[in-house]
Each structure stands twice: as structure tokens, then as C-alpha cells.
């Protein structure tokens, strides 16, 4: 079983940055892509971007793209979000997901473990 951290969120104005960080431990042998994932006040959790624990590979929602950056840090067993020209609609809780998998994926069923969430307020 993986347990997963995430830490970072915030509030801040448009146009500024965070980065969330998510921390994962117990049989992290076994993750083989982790993810971001965001909920808004009644509205259904959506993707964000996710990445190949092997090789780095990423992938993005449309409305992050050029925005967002996913990386991840192996020895660390710690994966990043860095956002940057956050908008209003970006106000969420973000989080965090890991998957046995090594394909991509945007679908909350290829991820089996999950963190509790972090705040991310974006004001105008």
C-alpha cells in the first residue's frame, strides 16, 4: 500500500505561482505513474497531469498546458506540481494519485492510492 502527502497549497493572487509537493511512502516499489487531480466546489474531481515514475513522461490537461509543470524526484519518492499564472478558475483542492500502471493516464480508476488533499485559492 502507498500512502501519499501533499503539501504547499495556498492562496495567492492571480497571475502568481506555488508548487504542491506529494510525498509518497510504504511500497512505493510498486507506483508506476502518479498524478494531480482537482476539485472544485460542486463540480466532479478532474485531471490535472500526470507522469511516468520510470522516465518522466508527462501528460497534461489542456487548460494547464504551458502553465503547469509536473517533475518528480525518485530518490525522494517525490513528485511536484509547479504552477504558475494561476488563474481563479485553478481554485481547487489538489490531489495527489499514484497507480501500479506505466501508461499515462487522466482517469481517476488508473490510480489507486490518494492523498488528502491541499487547498489552492487563486483570488482575482
Known amino acids: 500500500q502507498v500512502q501519499l502527502v501533499e503539501s504547499g497549497g495556498g492562496l495567492v493572487q492571480a497571475g502568481g505561482s506555488l508548487r504542491l509537493s506529494c510525498v509518497a511512502s510504504g511500497s512505493t516499489f510498486t507506483i508506476g505513474r502518479m498524478g494531480w487531480f482537482r476539485q472544485a466546489p460542486g463540480k466532479e474531481r478532474e485531471f490535472v497531469a500526470s507522469i511516468r515514475w520510470s522516465d518522466g513522461r508527462t501528460q497534461y490537461a489542456d487548460s494547464v498546458k504551458g502553465r503547469f509543470t509536473i517533475s518528480r524526484d525518485n530518490a525522494k519518492n517525490t513528485m511536484y506540481l509547479q504552477m504558475d499564472s494561476l488563474e481563479p478558475e485553478d481554485t481547487a483542492v489538489y490531489y495527489c494519485?499514484?497507480?501500479?500502471?506505466?501508461?499515462?493516464?487522466?482517469?481517476?480508476?488508473?490510480?489507486?492510492?490518494w492523498g488528502q488533499g491541499t487547498q489552492v485559492t487563486v483570488s482575482s
Open positions: 494519485a499514484a497507480g501500479p500502471g506505466t501508461l499515462l493516464s487522466a482517469r481517476t480508476y488508473a490510480f489507486g492510492s
